[in-house]
């Protein structure tokens, strides 16, 4: 493929002359075949299922969770359906900036991969917040030394991905495995040991704890089913990075959207197992809510503190799956929005004998690192559990923002591009796209409804409001024809991966 670069300005924007050395230092090596993109996509968000969900029980009880989780579930049925068509017709490494950018033109193409960045850069530091806690009880080391797992956290996967993308992803398939394993293997333990009336149900309309249960399955109401929602979300968040693996993918035509139906699929059964064994048995839905390690607490009820915590060590494997898998993720992203010009070009070269984009993953990490010091040092190292909420609400209001952008793709391009070959098309149409944006726009308004995490949600919107500045301001006068970008300003023409497959 024969990029012709030239200097333009289409839409506001200008695209500057590169020569071909440009693409030749920024290749992606294709190697992933369906087994490792579902696994891939189970492993983004796996996470989900030991940490962050169950703050949903204090805010809406186990039925307003479980409520909020089938909502959530649908949702991403939907989304991920679009995601299947839209990815199969225009399998860019972009992903969703890519959809976008054909779509809603440059703008709406940075808009929406800024959104994906601010959830790609948090999602994988809120994963490894999270696995600082479990190691943080499984080694007795004190609560403020968790930055200096983060740290290490952050380097040991920056080790790995100098390796090269196809060990990096073995090793993430491989944990995902692993994790899912462990999963399952608490759903079989803890039959014997579930009390569900005693233990999911021993939340009080007043949020107090009821030692014998039998309480209500909604003590908070229909509004509690919505202050869950981004709870919810928390369970499958992520899923959606997977197109951004699709330059590295064998076929992503035919694979990409079987990998994400079953990701999806695969990650449902996983969040309904999750949520009625993790309330059902000690130390209850009460307890739960406030955890900063749930599944060790589940362990803990069944095995004691002694086994709870070797089972704990392997349980740490989830929280390593999600947080590789995600970091991988940052680091694609940012490195298709550098190739294209959105953010500085250096970012985007990789390395010339493993081809992996170590320069946006390094940039990806420090990002994530400099906002959980940020938020530890303005209160959450005195509320563990808060810190947490706080993460998952910036990173689900980035998320519905993305999600809310790439339904709006999913329709545009439905009308702007009838006859595009579509090797996939979604089962659920139109009415799934409008399906998300509306569950999209009510989780969104929920956010800032709750007087807890408001504050979350506006911090993201302000990062999202600073990166919009920065593209008004400087790079949109800086844009390269990447791909993505010659796909869309050629209507299609020029600019399609599959076409070297």
């Known amino acids: ?51 962050g969900w169950n703050i949903g029980l204090a805010q809406g009880g186990f039925g307003g969770l479980l409520a909020a989780t089938v909502i959530i579930g649908f949702l991403y ?10 990815s ?16 809603l033109g440059p703008w709406g193409g940075f808009t929406t991969g800024l959104a994906e960045n601010i959830e790609f850069v948090l999602a994988p530091g809120a994963n490894m ?65 579930v009390d569900f009336a005693k233990n999911a149900l021993n939340i009080a309309s007043d949020g107090s704890a009821l030692p014998e249960g039998n309480g209500p399955w909604l003590p908070f109401g229909l509004t509690g089913i919505m202050l869950s929602l981004p709870f919810g979300v928390y369970m499958f968040l992520a899923v959606e990075q997977l197109p951004l693996t699709s330059e590295e993918a064998r076929n992503p035509t035919r694979d990409m959207p079987r990998a994400l139906i079953l990701s999806i699929v695969t990650l449902i059964v996983l969040a309904l197992g999750v949520l009625y064994f993790g309330a059902s048995t000690m130390p209850g839905a009460h307890a739960l809510g406030a955890s900063g390690e749930p599944l060790l607490d589940g362990f803990r009820g069944i095995f004691g503190d002694s086994g709870a915590k070797i089972l704990a060590s392997v349980a740490v494997l989830g929280l390593a799956a999600s947080f590789f898998a995600g970091s991988f993720a940052s680091g694609r992203n940012i490195y298709s929005l550098s190739r294209a010009g ?18 946006a993953l390094a940039t990806g990490s420090g990002m994530a690192l400099s ?28 998320g519905m923002v993305s999600y809310i952008l790439q339904s709006i793709s999913f329709l545009r391009l439905r009308k702007l591009y009838p006859s595009i070959a579509r090797p996939f ?41 600073i990166g919009l500045a920065y593209f008004a301001f400087y790079r949109r006068h800086r844009l390269v024809l990447s791909p993505e970008e010659e796909f869309a300003v050629s209507g299609g023409t020029r600019g399609h991966p599959a076409a070297e497959l």
């Open 425 to 465: 098309v979604s089962p659920f149409g139109k009415f799934g796209a409008w399906v998300t944006i509306a569950i999209c726009v009510l989780t969104l308004a929920y956010q800032f409804l709750d007087p807890l995490y408001r504050w979350a949600a506006m911090a993201a919107a302000t990062w999202y409001l």
């Open 371 to 398: 906002m959980l010091l940020l938020i530890w040092f303005l209160g959450g190292k005195d509320n563990v559990a808060f810190m947490g909420g706080f993460l998952v609400s910036m990173i689900v209001f980035a």
């Open 129 to 193: 917040f999270f696995m600082s806690s479990y190691l943080a009880a499984i080694f007795g080391t004190p609560a403020n030394c968790l930055p200096l797992w983060w740290v290490g956290g952050y380097a040991a996967m920056l080790l790995l991905s100098m390796r090269g993308l196809e060990l990096s992803m073995r090793v993430v398939v491989w944990i995902t495995v692993a994790a899912a394993l462990v999963l399952f293997f608490f759903f079989f333990v803890a039959i014997p040991h």
């Open 88 to 103: 199969a017709a225009l399998p860019h490494t972009g992903g969703a900036y890519s959809f976008a950018r054909t779509a």
């Open 1 to 51: 493929m024969t990029i012709q670069s030239q200097n333009m300005s289409r839409e506001g924007v200008t695209y500057k002359a590169v020569d071909a050395t440009y693409f030749e230092e920024r290749q992606l090596k294709r190697h992933a075949g369906l087994f490792t993109l579902w696994m891939m996509g189970v492993g983004a968000v796996i996470a989900g299922e030991y940490s």
């Open 342 to 359: 959105y953010l500085p070009t250096v970012l985007s070269v990789t390395n010339p004998r493993t081809h992996t984009p170590n320069r």
């Open 77 to 86: 049925i939907c989304l991920c359906s679009s995601i299947g068509e839209m």
